[in-house]
């Protein structure tokens, strides 16, 4: 089967046991085929939560380019699985942008994924910067304190930056995502301080705690 045929039937994300369903071979065959696209640059592998191996066969995957996903698993123990190719072709992609487009994804393990990137974030100007473009500096500034409180490894926030951040008297809650708030009494003073409601409880905290 020529690669280009192959490519375009198996594109998207699959195990080897959906290769064997959908090209009607066996294990070694489905193998030998995720190695042959494997070779052209076409795949990806990822770990799902539970642990299996799965590919992520895609065009894009040739061409080069980072993705925030792909970043975010270099860093986070809790690793996440992307139906979808997030991209970013041409320039660097920085810890500070992919934070960011965490917080703003209104998904929970993107959220949880990113508290492990704040012990590698040191451009407090830039996470400042792209956090006031996107309307999260509070939430930012919460996640921050939540991983400092699980005692993770953090970098320093610089003061600057922290005092710009904070909320002003006036400033009503707001939610990381819409409706949810944490049953932990533990974490209300960092919900006070930065008039932000965090969504965890500690059961979703494990891979950190």
Known sequence: ???????????????????MSVLGVDRQGAIY?????RKAGYVKTQRAPSGKR??????????????????????????LLSTKTHKIYGRDVTLEETLIFAITSGKIRLILASLSLFGKISNWKLLYRLA??????????ALYDLSRHLKMRTK?????????MLP???????????????????????????????PFNKSDLEDYL
């Open 1 to 19: 089967m020529k690669i280009k045929v192959l490519l375009k039937k198996l594109e998207g994300i699959q195990t080897v046991e959906t290769v």
């Open 33 to 37: 085929h995720i190695h042959r696209l």
């Open 54 to 79: 799965v590919y992520q066969i895609s065009h894009e995957n040739s061409q080069g380019g980072k993705s925030y996903y792909e970043i975010l698993n270099r860093h986070s123990p809790i690793k």
């Open 132 to 141: 006031k473009e996107s309307g999260v500096e509070r939430k930012a500034g």
């Open 156 to 164: 320093r926030m610089d003061g600057r930056f922290r005092r710009l």
């Open 168 to 198: 002003k008297p006036y400033d009503r809650f707001q939610f990381i995502i819409e409706g949810i708030s944490t049953s932990e009494e533990e974490y209300r003073k960092i919900e006070d301080r930065w008039r932000v409601r965090l």
